[in-house]
């Protein structure tokens, strides 16, 4: 009688391990899961803050672009209306200005 109660003992807990074995391979299927599933979700959130901050300096970029833009052809506008003002002294000076460069450049 013993020797059967030590046999039923045994198989009981080999069945026990058998099902711990099954849980194991679940928990470690389902936490596996769990990480493809965290890691997609923080890939896709990463991929959508990149292209804000993208989107965000694209705007910023062509906003500084348009600013300078217009700036430049002010400045052009404005030259041109002072040489149109004083074409005389505008010779005088780009030739003075030429001299200075020149004598610069010959040291």
Do not use: C
Request: net charge negative.
């Amino acid at each position: 009688m013993e020797k059967q109660t030590a046999q039923d003992d045994y198989a009981r807990v080999k069945e026990d391990l058998q099902l711990l074995r099954e849980d194991l391979a679940s928990l470690t299927k389902a936490v596996a899961e769990g990480q493809k599933t965290s890691a997609s979700n923080l890939k896709e959130e990463i991929s959508r803050e990149a292209h804000a901050v993208f989107e965000n300096l694209r705007k910023r970029g062509d906003a500084a672009l348009t600013r300078a833009t217009e700036a430049g052809s002010q400045t052009v506008e404005s030259v041109e209306h002072k040489i149109e003002e004083r074409p005389f002294l505008t010779v005088i000076l780009m030739f003075l200005a030429g001299i200075i460069v020149g004598k610069m450049l010959d040291r």
